[in-house]
């Protein structure tokens, strides 16, 4: 019955729906009124001022729309107009309870959106495909949703950012805008986010990030922009950070941030302070895809303003750490709100550092805190509040046991459990607050700063400041001041001290004009920056935007002068550093060569008595230079040009008297004699004898009266004064020779009962072993810095190669388990495609696959494959052909074998039933054929007789 009403046809109908869907899906045109079908015993629907609709079912209504196809009952579609739509291209909506609401933006003319299932519900959507229940999404366009969510999960779903351009597959799974989500319970709320794995989920403002793999969490903050950060594995988190990347197992990333999370409000220019932010959010919102100049921009961006850390491994943690780096297993990083530990790479294993900047450590149970600019590589060092300090080597380590206890999540009181594990523990740590140390060797140590160890289980525990020892007097130098005195240099000294303090003042002043001229630089640029942005990006009027341009012009005048003030100031301070240093270096220089100023170099341990001999060492040329055992044999040579001891030097004889004496290589140095009886007559002729040589060595002077030989008598003085230096020719006593070849008191190796030349052949032997052990160290050292290089050049590169293998090997083996995951059905002509889903493990990766199968018939079969994971994509196809005679019944279905079968057990038994019924039959003949034999017998004997 067909009934006219309101311009519009209604038809009552029995038919079934899934008649009139293969109708309308098989080409059915209908005209531009809308068709609406009731079932008898349901409820009519209702379609008001809506053109070319079909509506299908009870209790649907459509209302001010175009080109809608509704199939199922009590959905609603309101506000779906079109005024540009192909006329083949409608709306659909199949199921029951969903609502469609409005559209924001004209679609396409061939664009259309598809819903099939229940109680979803879509405000303002444009285009896209829905496959699934409870969904809702406001700005739904150019996108894809397959699967379902709980009535529970939909009153929560996140429809703060629009659901543009985004793709999701699975159940309980969740996106935004530019996302790709895929698995069951994945979920990524970040714009332009990818979670691919099962309960993997991204949080808000978790933009640009990337999950691959289950169980992983990366977590945005809700006050700012935590972005571009990736997790690649099983249960890792990544938590308010920003450009942070984690590869492998129970890796945690937090609070791990830059500057990014200081962008709160994307419109405000005064707070967005780069137009590299700006572009990529522009880019975000065209769809343009990659581009070279795009990646330069993300890169810098991140770079500059991003926590930028990863963790390659397993079981790592960062915590407030920046532009720093992990590689290996059980590693911690970590700083603090107020001091987050920056520019750090830790590669090893259960390597710890806390509160530390610019430190590098490779090795296995290192621990830094509050460390600076150092460089460990070796195991179980032990550090804190030190920097600049060099290590290599591993220290001693014994085997321990630690206590640790496990919580059950039970719920259970007392559901603790405790567990010990073997450790490694130091038999030592370093000395606390050591900074500009050189350890180089196993269990080395350095006790004052800017100490050195060389060699197995070296210590340096000799300070700076310590005084030297002084030949020419015996001992020690009893103070500075001392040593200035010694080197003649007291006036020089003074006024360095004088002028050092004035200096350093001065230095300091500069240096803090300077450091308030370049915070003013970077304000001025910074205000020039933003008031660029405003005169390029603000849509403002001509009087406006030329006033723009004058701030603009002014500004970049400011940050100029800025600059330029900034350089003086930077110019003057160098200068000023220069001087106070200069002074500095003058004033050591004086004293450096009796009093170290900086700690010792150590190549044993006095404390355990380890020493070592210092071979192959070149003779030195400064003062502060080492000496050889050749240097010191030819020092006790020269010392030998001395004058010999002599008992009788001044002898009479015969009325002589005379004076020899002779130096150490037993050459004459002093000769001559003189006759009493000539010096008799000659005594009242002289009043003065003068030295052979013409000099006042030896003087005869007259006395006064005479003697008891009624002579003149005169005094004969010798000029004693002389010194053991060079070309001094005054004459020395037997004291002052004795006390010039001997010392004030025993030392290790030089002896006071012992002459000058048998010390310096005592130092000869000690100056040889130590030269040549000091040679030999040289050596050893140079030889271990190359094979260290070599070898850490060497791990490096091998680490990097190996973890690059395995990580492709885990991620092939893990493809291949997925697709070897994937079977076909059994043949069936009536389903001849097959479509199947394979999850495969391999070590730490994880990969998804799936697959398609089609059988034309049983004999052959067309396959492919693929499964994606790790970014090591596999794909496979192929083809089965059976090859034989085959059988007739190849090509049948299970169902129509149990038909023919069927059929012919009934014909068989048909076949039975007649055969029986032939043989009760031909028994009944039988016995008739006897009995007329019978009749026929009597017959004949009848006629016989």
Wanted: charged share 20%; glycine share 10%; no cysteine.
């Amino acid at each position: 019955m067909k009934i006219k009403k309101n311009g519009r046809h209604v038809i009552k109908t029995s038919l079934s729906s899934a008649v009139l869907l293969s109708l309308l899906l098989g080409g059915q045109v209908f005209a531009a009124d809308p068709l609406v079908i009731n079932n008898d015993t349901g409820t009519a629907n209702t379609v008001s001022e809506s053109d070319n609709s079909t509506v299908i079912g009870d209790g649907n209504t459509v209302t001010n729309s175009k080109s809608q196809t509704v199939v199922g009952n009590n959905n609603k579609v309101t506000n779906r107009t079109h005024k540009d739509r192909d006329e083949n291209i409608t709306d659909l909506t199949i199921g029951n309870g969903n609502i469609i609401n409005r559209t924001t933006s004209w679609p396409k003319a061939w664009e259309s959106l598809t819903v099939i299932g229940n109680n979803n519900t879509f405000i303002a959507p444009t285009n896209g495909i829905v496959i699934g229940d409870n969904q809702t999404k406001s700005d739904f366009n150019d996108s894809i949703i397959i699967g379902s969510l709980t009535p529970e999960e939909k009153k929560t779903v996140y429809n703060a950012v629009r659901g543009l351009s985004m793709t999701v597959v699975g159940n309980y799974a969740q996106g935004v805008s530019g996302s790709t989500v895929v698995g069951n319970r994945a979920i990524s709320l970040g714009v332009y986010g990818t979670v691919t794995g099962f309960n993997s989920v991204s949080t808000q403002n978790a933009n640009w990030s990337t999950i691959y793999g289950v169980d992983n969490k990366i977590t945005g903050l809700d006050s700012g922009l935590t972005m571009e950060n990736g997790a690649f594995g099983t249960m890792n988190k990544v938590d308010i950070s920003s450009n942070s990347m984690v590869w492998g197992t129970g890796n945690w990333v937090t609070n791990s941030y830059g500057s990014m999370v200081d962008i709160e409000n994307i419109d405000s220019f005064d707070i967005v302070r780069d137009f590299r932010f700006l572009e990529f959010m522009e880019h975000g919102s065209t769809n343009d895809g990659y581009s070279d100049h795009m990646s330069e921009i993300f890169s810098d961006f991140a770079s500059l303003y991003g926590g930028s850390v990863s963790a390659m491994g397993n079981s790592n943690k960062l915590d407030y750490a920046r532009r720093s780096s992990i590689i290996g297993s059980d590693n911690i990083l970590k700083g603090t709100e107020n001091a987050v530990s920056d520019y750090n790479t830790i590669a090893g294993y259960k390597n710890t550092g806390t509160n530390v900047n610019h430190v590098s450590v490779m090795g296995t149970g290192n621990k830094l805190s509050d460390e600076t600019t150092d460089v460990v590589i070796g195991d179980y060092h032990t550090l804190s509040g030190g920097s600049n300090n060099i290590i290599l080597g591993a220290m001693e380590a014994r085997d321990g046991v630690t206590t640790q206890l496990f919580t059950l999540e039970t719920g259970i009181p007392g559901a603790s459990v405790p567990y010990a594990t073997k450790v490694k523990i130091p038999v030592k740590t370093h000395t606390e607050n050591i900074s500009n140390a050189v350890m180089i060797g196993y269990n080395t140590d350095v006790q004052h700063d800017g100490g050195v160890a060389l060699g197995s289980n070296a210590v340096a525990s000799v300070d700076k400041g310590v005084l030297g020892y002084n030949p020419t007097i015996g001992k020690v130098f009893e103070s500075e001041g001392a040593i200035v005195a010694f080197v003649g240099k007291e006036d020089w000294f003074a006024e360095l001290n004088s002028s050092i303090p004035d200096l350093e003042l001065a230095f300091s002043t500069v240096k803090t004009d300077y450091e308030g001229k370049f915070n003013d630089y970077l304000t001025k640029s910074e205000e020039y920056t933003q008031l660029v942005q405003y005169y390029h990006l603000a849509e403002a009027g001509p009087d406006e935007q030329a006033l723009y341009k004058q701030q603009m012009d002014a500004a970049k005048t400011a940050l100029d002068e800025a600059e330029t003030a900034m350089k003086t100031s930077e110019t003057v301070m160098n200068t000023a550093n220069t001087a106070y240093t200069s002074a500095v270096s003058e004033k050591n220089k004086i004293t450096s060569t009796w009093q170290s100023n900086a700690a010792a170099v150590s190549v044993g341990d006095s404390e355990a008595g380890i020493t070592r001999q210092i071979t192959n060492v070149a003779a030195g040329t400064n003062d502060t230079d080492a000496v050889n055992v050749a240097q010191l044999k030819a020092a006790v040579d020269a010392a030998g040009t001395g004058l010999q001891e002599s008992n009788n030097a001044l002898s009479y004889k015969d009325n002589k008297l005379s004076l020899a004496i002779k130096d150490s290589n037993g050459k004459d140095f002093i000769t001559g004699s003189v006759e009493i009886s000539d010096l008799a007559n000659s005594i009242n002729t002289r009043n003065s004898v003068a030295n052979f040589d013409g000099d006042n060595t030896i003087t005869i002077e007259k006395a006064e009266g005479v003697n008891e030989f009624n002579g003149v008598e005169y005094q004969l003085k010798v000029n004693t004064d002389g010194k053991v230096v060079a070309d001094n020719k005054g004459v020395v006593n037997g004291g002052t020779v004795y006390n010039e070849t001997r010392v004030a008191k025993d030392g290790t190796y030089v002896k006071q009962s012992k002459s000058a030349g048998e010390n310096l052949t005592a130092l000869d032997s000690q100056v040889a072993a130590n030269t040549t052990q000091i040679t030999q160290n040289s050596n050893n050292i140079t030889s271990i810095s190359n094979e260290v290089s070599n070898i850490t050049n060497n791990v490096t590169s091998l680490n990097s190669q190996v973890n690059k293998l395995d990580n492709r090997i885990n991620r092939v083996g893990a493809g291949a388990a997925a697709l070897a995951a994937l079977h076909p059905q059994d043949y069936d002509p009536t389903a001849k495609w097959d479509f199947a889903a394979g999850y495969g493990n391999y070590k730490s990766a994880n990969a998804v696959a799936i697959g398609a199968f089609y059988r034309p018939t049983n004999d052959l079969l067309f396959s492919v494959g693929t499964s994606m994971g790790g970014g090591e994509n596999m794909f496979n196809a192929g083809v089965s052909i059976k090859f034989g005679k085959g059988s007739e019944y190849s090509n049948y279905s299970k169902t129509d074998l149990v038909s023919v079968i069927s059929s012919q057990q009934a014909e068989i038994s048909a076949v039975k039933a007649d055969n029986e019924a032939s043989k009760a039959d031909n028994e009944a003949k039988t016995k008739r054929i006897e009995a007329l034999e019978k009749q026929m017998q009597e017959i004949l004997s009848q006629i016989n007789r």
